[in-house]
């Protein structure tokens, strides 16, 4: 399905769980907007697989055509990808998040689901990166041979970069790769799942801003707000 320019090809969790070489941009209202309005980001992310997540995309798509899209929610899956890599015994490497979070996500999920975790927290940078930090994110990454790669940086940082690594994700075999952001505070027990009656209000931002106010978590909602009027209006992006 083509919504405001993007190429829809995943339903549901359980779609993406099953196929290989996925490379998954599960799109809320923010990233419906950057996708249409920053070119960088347009050009880079034009090849990923693409899920709808968020309450007010996915009944847009709905309006607009009736189709039978789930939402595809990073803090959803995430659970169930460790369950099913537990089961095959697979790996699961996370990239990103503070140090402190990032050592307890992993601490976590290897105990509690019996799994082989690697990580890395690289220092923070904006981005491109400097080749020394690619270089070593890479090196990481390439050393712990991963089955899924769940990279937590911020939404933007996460997906130009995943958009921007394609033959190195190949050449290294990786079957899944996604940019799952805050996923891995819930993970590292440091922030609570988002109750699932707030999700299906198209809430969840506000409740994480709550529980995280500061001025970055505020754009982002100011620059989901403006995607959500161009949907809810029937506007069209203009890249």
Do not use: H
């Amino acid at each position: 399905m083509n919504f405001f320019n993007m190429q829809i090809n995943i339903k549901s969790n359980s779609d993406a769980l099953k196929m290989k070489n996925i490379r998954l941009m599960t799109s809320n209202s923010e990233i419906i907007y950057l996708f249409n309005t920053d070119k960088r980001f347009y050009k880079a992310t034009q090849w990923l697989d693409k899920s709808i997540d968020g309450q007010v995309p996915l009944m847009c798509t709905k309006i607009i055509k009736n189709n039978d899209l789930g939402r595809v929610s990073g803090s959803e899956m995430i659970f169930d990808i460790c369950a099913l890599a537990s089961k095959k015994s697979e790996k699961i490497f996370f990239l990103g998040g503070s140090k402190e979070v990032n050592k307890l996500a992993k601490q976590n999920v290897s105990k509690n689901y019996n799994v082989e975790v690697g990580s890395y927290s690289p220092p923070f940078e904006d981005y491109p990166f400097t080749m020394e930090t690619d270089e070593k994110i890479k090196k990481k990454i390439s050393q712990f041979k991963p089955d899924y790669l769940i990279v937590c940086f911020d939404a933007y940082k996460s997906y130009l970069w995943i958009g921007e690594n394609k033959e190195f994700f190949d050449q290294e075999s990786i079957s899944f790769v996604s940019g799952f952001g805050g996923t891995i505070n819930i993970l590292a027990e440091n922030l609570p799942k988002c109750p699932r009656i707030v999700k299906n209000m198209g809430l969840e931002s506000l409740y994480r801003l709550c529980l995280e106010p500061n001025k970055k978590r505020l754009f982002r909602i100011f620059k989901s707000l403006i995607g959500i009027t161009y949907l809810l209006r029937g506007n069209k992006f203009i890249n």
